[in-house]
């Protein structure tokens, strides 16, 4: 009876993480830049469940040896438990805004973003230029390029296709630091659509 009991609440705890994360999905469903947590759940071992009023052994006819007499009832599980949470990039889609300095990454990567806790990543490039003509997030991160913080005269400019910013005249300004991980999947979310990394997701490289 008590172990129904524990299998019963490790059903439930797993089951309210996997609803946590729905949950905060929908409710990040048009925050530029999220990406959707996925939770996986994993059984514990199980046990197999014979009759015990029937214990000894027979011996199979023809010589062939012997078998326990207990007869197989079935399996017994003892529970589930959450294994794992990941970030799922999947590309998402494309909104038309009219700004320029509103960027969207296409494929992998992320924009390096400078705070005051380090270097911080993310797939949000909605963008704007605050004071001294610096390249900001909306919370007022300096975006940072292969050349340090990104500054701008205006916001009559032009990003090719390799996250290379070009003025007016067509002169290059910077590029883009835009960066990759071996397990991005594994980022950890800091909130406002940034990320950092640790050992898991491994360290930042330059995206080629």
Excluded at 4 to 22: H, V
Excluded at 152 to 163: A, K, P, S, T, Y
Aim: proline share 3%; aromatic share 10%.
């Amino acid at each position: 009876m008590i172990r129904g009991w524990y299998t019963g609440a490790s059903g439930m705890n797993a089951q309210q993480n996997r609803l946590d994360a729905i949950s905060n999905n929908l409710a990040n469903v048009d925050t530029a830049g999220y990406k959707r947590d996925i939770v996986v759940s994993k059984s514990f071992p199980e046990l197999l469940i014979r009759r015990t009023n029937a214990d000894g052994v027979y011996e199979i006819p023809n010589g062939m040896g012997s078998a326990d007499a207990a007869p197989v009832i079935g399996k017994l599980g003892l529970g589930v438990e959450t294994n794992e949470s990941y970030i799922d990039f999947t590309q998402g889609s494309f909104k038309l805004t009219n700004t320029s300095t509103d960027i969207a990454l296409s494929g992998k990567g992320f924009y390096t973003i400078e705070t005051p806790n380090g270097e911080r990543y993310t797939r949000n490039g909605d963008f704007f230029i605050g004071k001294e003509g610096i390249l900001e997030t909306k919370d007022g991160y300096p975006v940072l390029g292969e050349n340090g913080i990104i500054k701008l005269e205006n916001d009559r400019f032009m990003v090719n296709q390799d996250g290379v910013i070009l003025s007016e005249e067509g002169e290059e300004i910077d590029r883009f630091k835009v960066v990759r991980f071996d397990n991005e999947r594994y980022l950890q979310k800091m909130g406002e659509s940034l990320y950092s990394t640790n050992d898991i997701a491994g360290p930042a490289h330059i995206a080629e």
